[in-house]
């Protein structure tokens, strides 16, 4: 069974810098597309940035330039950098993995990103 676990939110003034994690468990990770979604107060949960099992990105056109993803499959994990904050990127991230197929999808508890000064 595939869990995901991240960290790396927290509380970061404007125009700083945060680094989510998400580390899944399982033997899954490095044929699967992992995705970052948020979701902020009062929002729905939206996509922020994913990376597919070859390295293939796409990003949000808000976090464009600013956030990027990578992946580590010796890891099993995957990245969030986030850089620039601004106070509309506060929000909780979740961690998302899709199987190769789409057979399985599987998502972390989130992490609350703040950012405000």
């Known amino acids: 069974q595939v869990q995901l676990v991240e960290s790396g939110g927290g509380l970061v003034q404007p125009g700083g810098s945060l680094r989510l994690s998400c580390a899944a468990s399982g033997n899954i990770f490095s044929t699967s597309t992992m995705g970052w979604y948020r979701q902020a107060p009062g929002k729905q949960r939206e996509l922020a940035a994913a990376?597919?099992?070859?390295?293939?990105?796409n990003y949000a056109d808000s976090v464009k330039g600013r956030f990027t993803i990578s992946r580590d499959n010796a890891k099993n994990t995957v990245y969030l950098q986030m850089n620039s904050l601004k106070p509309e990127d506060t929000a909780v991230y979740y961690c998302?993995?899709?199987?190769?197929?789409?057979?399985?999808?599987?998502w972390g508890q989130g992490t609350l990103v703040t950012v405000s000064s």
């Open positions: 998302k993995l899709r199987s190769y197929g789409g057979s399985l999808e599987v």
């Open positions: 990376i597919t099992s070859g390295g293939t990105t």
